[in-house]
């Protein structure tokens, strides 16, 4: 069964290093997330990316981080200067391309990349 | 405003004993699609369900059952048996039509016990 994959599993660094985060999502889905989750809490939105831009961000999703489709497989997550605040699991999800479904297709998770920020 | 509340923190029952994890939402959108998603100890978050606003019928798969209720804007989640590979946080989340973004509650910690 097709997954989303994540890479490092996990990372640590030192605040105000740039870190950057690995996403492999499913081969047929077009549209694909970033969310967060700081320990021991709800799970948050921060970015959605389609058609190789933003379309929807979070607050939190400010000018520290940005998103980006370098090639045909990989969506990455980097955090500019990483503030010790920004220590979560940072989760990957992919989806099909609504459109074609007819309705916008459930967000499959990756298993998640545990930052931690010294 | 959009918002999902699972006021139950965490949940302890003896193996094969039946367990209803709560959820409550609030939407002012007429379209929208209600999940659930299982957090196993090792951290990955597990799909489990989707459910359209549009479709209140109940559901069950194996042990798993959902009971969607519009009027009380809640759509709970029943494990029958259960068995200590169900002990997970269990989150409830929300989207919206107009949005990407799911909403998710603070999640259930379920631990069941041998």
């Known amino acids: 069964e097709p997954e989303v994959t994540q890479t490092p599993s996990h990372q640590v660094t030192q605040m105000g290093q740039e870190v950057i985060l690995r996403c492999v999502p499913i081969?047929?889905?077009?549209?694909f997330y970033w969310y967060r989750q700081i320990l021991g809490q709800k799970v948050e939105f921060l970015v959605s990316?389609?058609?190789?831009?933003?379309?929807?961000k979070s607050e939190i999703f400010d000018d520290q981080f940005s998103v980006e489709r370098p090639d045909g497989s990989n969506f990455t997550l980097k955090i500019r200067s990483t503030k010790l605040e920004d220590s979560a699991m940072y989760f990957c999800?992919?989806?099909?391309?609504?459109?074609?479904?007819?309705?916008?297709?459930?967000?499959?998770f990756g298993p998640g990349t545990r930052l931690l920020v010294l | 405003a959009q918002k999902v509340t699972q006021a139950q923190t965490e949940i302890s029952v003896v193996e094969k004993e039946d367990v209803t994890l709560d959820c409550v939402y609030e939407?002012?959108?007429?379209?929208?699609?209600l999940f659930w998603y299982k957090q196993p100890p090792s951290g990955e978050l597990v799909f489990l369900i989707r459910?359209?606003?549009?479709?209140?019928q109940n559901e069950i798969s194996g042990r798993y059952s959902w009971n969607f209720q519009k009027s009380t804007s809640s759509f709970n989640f029943t494990i029958t048996a259960s068995q200590v590979v169900d002990s997970a946080v269990y989150f409830c989340?929300?989207?919206?039509?107009?949005?990407?973004?799911?909403?998710f509650g603070t999640g259930t910690r379920l631990k069941v016990l041998a």
């Open positions: 989340a929300l989207r919206s039509s107009g949005t990407y973004k799911y909403i």
């Open positions: 081969s047929n889905h077009l549209y």
């Open positions: 939407t002012r959108d007429t379209t929208y699609y």
């Open positions: 459910r359209n606003s549009f479709d209140e």
């Open positions: 990316f389609y058609n190789n831009e933003i379309s929807e």
């Open positions: 999800a992919s989806s099909v391309d609504w459109l074609l479904a007819g309705v916008q297709e459930t967000q499959y």
